[in-house]
């Protein structure tokens, strides 16, 4: 097995060389520290998950541990797996350390976080960077029940540091088709109570903030005002256009999504306050997407028309996977793109949509700037403000 030493590695990182540096230590080992730019590995884990990380069979490789065995054992199943361009290093770590070459510390995570999240800190998009920055960030889910069930437990997973979860229900018999936050033996539970338990079961890192209340106008501000990002898992539209109103007026990005019967919705809706916050490109808001409710007897609800249980778990997943975009600053976010799901034909089209100049809420000249009675909005009544 061909060896390389650390000041030859340097060299060619410093080069621009694409090497992917592998540290195949334990992660109590890790959590000292690793190489700059390296993924860590542990050797139990190389061969299911080196393919996720580098598909180019052809990409220089170099392992180390922290002497040396590990890395030429590692290295050698590189090779077997087909890899063309390995090499183990000569020494590992603690020399790296020593010759005062770059190292990516881990000092703010525990042990256990370590273990927790080791998929995310083996990619390097994501790292000990982005946890980090994940347990640091809040985010409000506006109903515990089929889409905000799934939403929530993968962001809690995540390591989303802080859930407010804001619903006004209790859990009915009816709802345990769909809404996995909640079990039979907490029927006539608040859904909020409901998903702190099952929340705090699932990640004792994050702290949940139960809200056991319907959102309105009067409430609204005081519930989005300390989070970063807000999940829209409403089921009806007097809720969703109160949600839209205030993601654009407080600059909160909104990863909205919808289910009826076989079919879902998603998207995320970015006002320019909320878009210079995150460094991305605004983008049109509800009320771009849907200028007026339909008539109610054109928009029933899923208790009347039904839902494919399994539908809001898709769709909710897709919202955290949304959520995590934007906490991150990775990949292209769904703003202006509308994701339509048809589950009994398993596929998923792409729709464009542009910000309405005329929009009363995010046009050039708006006409609605103040929370409206969404109620009489959406029940056909002309749109006025609210009272009080």
């Known amino acids: 097995m061909r060896t390389v030493s650390l000041v030859d590695v340097k060299r060619r990182m410093d080069a621009g060389e694409p090497l992917l540096l592998v540290d195949v230590r334990e992660p109590h080992e890790t959590a000292a520290g690793i190489i700059e730019g390296a993924v860590a590995i542990p050797p139990s884990e190389l061969e299911a998950r080196i393919g996720a990380i580098v598909s180019d069979k052809q990409r220089p490789i170099v392992t180390y541990c922290a002497s040396g065995p590990r890395a030429v054992r590692a290295a050698q199943q590189l090779e077997a797996l087909g890899y063309e361009d390995v090499a183990s290093a000569e020494s590992g770590f603690p020399r790296w ?129 300390p989070y970063d990002l807000v999940v829209d898992g409403a089921d009806n539209f007097p809720t969703r256009y109160l949600v839209n109103d205030a993601g654009v007026w407080l600059g909160k990005p909104i990863v909205h999504a919808s289910v009826a019967k076989f079919e879902g919705q998603l998207t995320t809706f970015v006002s320019p306050r909320a878009a210079d916050e995150l460094g991305i490109a605004s983008g049109p808001c509800y009320r771009c997407l849907y200028p007026s409710p339909p008539p109610p007897h054109l928009a029933p609800s899923c208790a009347e028309v039904g839902v494919l249980g399994i539908l809001p778990g898709v769709m909710g997943v897709l919202q955290a996977t949304e959520a995590l975009k934007l906490l991150l600053g990775l990949g292209s976010p769904l703003v202006g793109r509308l994701l339509a799901y048809d589950s009994l034909r398993m596929t998923f089209r792409e729709l464009a949509f542009r910000r309405s100049p005329s929009c009363p809420v995010c046009g050039d000249a708006p006409t609605v700037t103040t929370y409206a009675d969404y109620e009489g909005f959406c029940g056909g009544a002309p749109l006025r403000p609210a009272a009080g």
């Open 97 to 225: 350390k020593a010759l005062g070459y770059p190292v990516a510390t881990r000092s703010s995570l525990t042990e256990a976080q370590e273990e927790r999240y080791a998929r995310h800190l083996s990619l390097p998009e994501i790292g000990v960077a982005g946890q980090e920055a994940l347990l640091g960030k809040k985010v409000l889910l506006v109903g515990a029940g089929g889409l905000g069930s799934p939403a929530a437990m993968y962001l809690a997973a995540a390591g989303v540091g802080t859930l407010g979860v804001v619903d006004a229900d209790v859990v009915d018999a009816s709802n345990l088709q769909r809404q996995v936050l909640h079990t039979t033996t907490r029927l006539g539970m608040p859904k909020v109570e409901s998903a702190t338990k099952a929340l705090a079961d699932l990640n004792p890192d994050v702290r949940v903030e139960a809200h056991r209340e319907r959102l309105t106008s009067a409430n609204v501000e005081r519930l989005f005002a």
